[in-house]
Nanobody, 122 residues
Framework: QVTLVESGGGVVQAGGSLRLSCAAS????????MGWFRQAPGKEREFVAH????????YYANSVKGRFTISRDNAENKVYLQMSDLKPEDTAVYFC???????????????WGQGTQVTVSS
C-alpha cells in the first residue's frame, strides 16, 4: 500500500519561499510519476507539477512555471516542491500523488497524501 506524507507548509508573505516535501513509501517508485496538486477553498483541485521518477523529466502548470521547481531524491524516496516568489493566489492545500503515466489530470493519480496548507499573505 502506497503512503504519501506531505510536510513543509506554512504561512509566508508574498514574495517569499517555501519547500514542500512528500515522503513516499509502500512500493518501488522508479516507474511512476509523482505529482503535486493544490486546492483552494471553493475551487477544484489544480495540477501544479509532476516529475518522472526514473528520468527526472518535469512538467509545470503555466501558473507556476519559473517560480516552482519539482525534484526528487531517489535515496530518500522523497519528492520536493520548491516554491519561490509566492503570491496570495498560491494559497491552497497542496497534495502529492502517484500515477502510472504523466498527466495533469487528478483522475490519473491513484494515491494521495493528506495535504499541507500553504498560506501566502499580501
Amino acid at each position: 500500500q502506497v503512503t504519501l506524507v506531505e510536510s513543509g507548509g506554512g504561512v509566508v508573505q508574498a514574495g517569499g519561499s517555501l519547500r514542500l516535501s512528500c515522503a513516499a513509501s509502500g512500493r518501488t517508485f522508479s516507474s511512476y510519476i509523482m505529482g503535486w496538486f493544490r486546492q483552494a477553498p471553493g475551487k477544484e483541485r489544480e495540477f501544479v507539477a509532476h516529475i518522472t521518477w526514473s528520468s527526472g523529466f518535469t512538467y509545470y502548470a503555466n501558473s507556476v512555471k519559473g517560480r516552482f521547481t519539482i525534484s526528487r531524491d531517489n535515496a530518500e524516496n522523497k519528492v520536493y516542491l520548491q516554491m519561490s516568489d509566492l503570491k496570495p493566489e498560491d494559497t491552497a492545500v497542496y497534495f502529492c500523488a502517484v500515477a502510472r503515466y504523466p498527466s495533469y489530470s487528478a483522475n490519473t493519480y491513484s494515491s494521495w497524501g493528506q495535504g499541507t496548507q500553504v498560506t501566502v499573505s499580501s
